[in-house]
């Protein structure tokens, strides 16, 4: 835990870490938002509005985590790879609609777990893609014990961020869930780094 709370304080711009985290608490809003409103519609406006929240929560993970990157204190980081960063976007945008998709059209107890375990995946798989489109001068490695540590925090948030959210309807709970999911996306990037 130390070590986290290290690698955030001494070796990050807290500025733009906190800019990182109100862009990604505001995108997961926006998405939980666009899920209840899709609730209250069907057909092709349903899945236009569930297409959106997929969209909103993709773009805002993805810029979360650039952010987030740009915000490290690194001499090493060269540059991005474009097609991998595109990627990464494209996956978490994707994994977010299924995991959405899900959450809204499967009923059973355990349906929340699933799609945040579906969720959490996503924003994993944009995280490490992501890591893998820098270009730099050597090598980057990641310790086991925090990779397994930032994808269990990431699917038990966003599963979380899905119970607590239920139904959608109530504000406080649109509020809750979206808070849950926004820890979901921070504690996997920064326990990951």
Do not use: E, K, N
Request: proline share 2%.
């Amino acid at each position: 835990m130390l070590g986290i709370v290290g690698c955030i304080t001494l070796h990050h711009d807290p500025r733009l870490v906190t800019v990182a985290g109100l862009l990604c608490g505001t995108a997961c809003f926006t998405s939980v938002s666009m899920l209840w409103r899709s609730l209250s519609h069907q057909g092709l406006a349903a899945a236009a509005w569930l297409g959106g929240a997929a969209f909103a929560f993709g773009c805002g993970v993805w810029s979360t985590h650039f952010l987030a990157m740009q915000a490290y204190d690194s001499p090493l980081i060269a540059g991005y790879d474009l097609l991998a960063t595109g990627c990464s976007l494209v996956i978490a945008s994707i994994g977010a609609l299924a995991a959405f998709a899900l959450f809204l059209h499967v009923r059973h107890a355990a349906q929340p777990g699933f799609a945040g375990v579906l969720l959490g995946a996503s924003i994993a798989a944009m995280h490490f893609i992501g890591f893998g489109a820098m270009r730099v001068r050597g090598y980057v490695t990641f310790d086991s014990v925090y990779v397994m540590a930032s994808l269990a925090a990431g699917m038990v948030l966003a599963g979380a961020g899905l119970s607590v959210t239920g139904t959608l309807h109530a504000l406080s709970r649109r509020v809750a869930g979206s808070l849950c999911m926004t820890a979901a996306v921070v504690a996997l990037h920064f326990t990951a780094m």
